[in-house]
């Protein structure tokens, strides 16, 4: 749908990673996880991480001291986020997603992505102004609002029509 046809601004409430097998734990624990979300007019990000949000707009949505998540391979891990962010379809999204340190080797959270144009994804480290791996690759993520919307079929929607 686009931001036209929806006409308003979106209330993002959880995130949700579809996971695949790393050949590694099953559950991990997280030191000083945050959840980062903002906007930026960029269609590609720089290489400094507060250089790509537009100024003002970078929140914290999520902040835990400590998190466990368990998850099986090819399934998927919500986090629900502590501040719902209002998303206004007029610029990019951008979620940032740090931590301190894990419990097991790997020190990732290992999503599904797709290739994409452009730098999409930047990787650094913890506390660091900028980044060390730059993608052209975007995660395979849900994004789902505390109103939601209504489940249906396909064949229901063209039943409306």
């Not at 629900?80 to 990019?92: G, K, R």
């Amino acid at each position: 749908m686009l931001a036209e046809e929806i006409n308003q601004s979106l209330l993002i409430g959880s995130l949700t990673f579809a996971m695949f097998d790393s050949g590694g734990p099953g559950s991990t624990t997280y030191y000083d996880f945050e959840i980062h979300m903002g906007l930026t007019d960029q269609d590609t990000l720089g290489p400094i991480f507060d250089d790509n949000y537009i100024p003002g707009t970078k929140t914290v949505a999520m902040e835990r001291n400590s998190m466990l998540v368990s998850t099986m391979p090819d399934h998927e891990i919500e986090l629900v986020l502590d501040s719902p962010f209002s998303y206004n379809l007029e610029n990019n999204l951008l979620i940032e997603v740090a931590w301190n340190g894990c419990s097991e080797e790997g020190d990732a959270i290992f999503s599904w992505n797709w290739p994409t144009t452009g730098r999409r994804t930047i990787v650094g480290k913890f506390g660091s102004p900028g980044a060390t791996i730059f993608r052209n690759l975007a995660p395979w993520l849900i994004l789902d609002s505390p109103a939601g919307l209504q489940t249906t079929t396909w064949g229901s929607i063209k039943a409306l029509f």
